[in-house]
């Protein structure tokens, strides 16, 4: 199996079976800080809602809710997994390296020390038109981090 045919499995596993979501069904863990976002594409109607809990420096919990393409579903499975016990500045920090990796048009590779199973989106900075998919879950992780700090 190639990396391109591995990377390809991840994102179809992670798009049927998704991880974190059920944002409804989820309270935060008590003595947490929250924040939550909606993010929306106009463009092609991606659309995810993602709230995360940050206890003491460290996200307790990702939880969300979406409708959308199989990439932007498929990454807000792989970063609820990811972030999962990160502190706030390593989830800051992979959510700066996942941004830049897509929008280099193939330019800059995944640091899969870094981002695990989110490196398997490398692939999808080649089409511009998809980037914003696989962005949104990791824009309103973004502005619900800075919420809860």
């Given at each position: 199996m190639s990396l391109d045919q591995l990377y390809q499995q991840i994102i179809l596993d992670h798009s049927k079976a998704r991880h974190g979501s059920g944002l409804a069904a989820t309270e935060?863990?008590?003595g947490t800080s929250t924040g939550q976002s909606h993010q929306l594409n106009p463009v092609c109607g991606d659309e995810v809602t993602l709230r995360v809990a940050v206890?003491?420096?460290?996200v307790a919990q990702i939880a969300w809710d979406g409708a959308g393409c199989s990439i932007s579903m498929a990454s807000a499975s792989v970063l609820s997994e990811l972030a999962q016990?990160?502190?706030?500045?390593e989830l800051h920090e992979a959510i700066d390296s996942f941004r830049e990796v897509?929008?280099?048009r193939g330019?800059?590779?995944?640091?899969?020390?870094l981002l695990g199973d989110a490196a398997a989106f490398e692939g999808v900075s080649r089409?511009?038109?998809?980037?914003?998919?696989a962005m949104i879950s990791w824009v309103?992780?973004?502005d619900a981090l800075n919420q809860a700090a």
């Open positions: 935060s863990p008590q206890q003491e420096g460290k016990g990160m502190t706030v500045a897509l929008r280099s330019k800059v590779h995944a640091d899969p020390e089409y511009a038109a998809r980037v914003k998919c309103a992780a973004e």
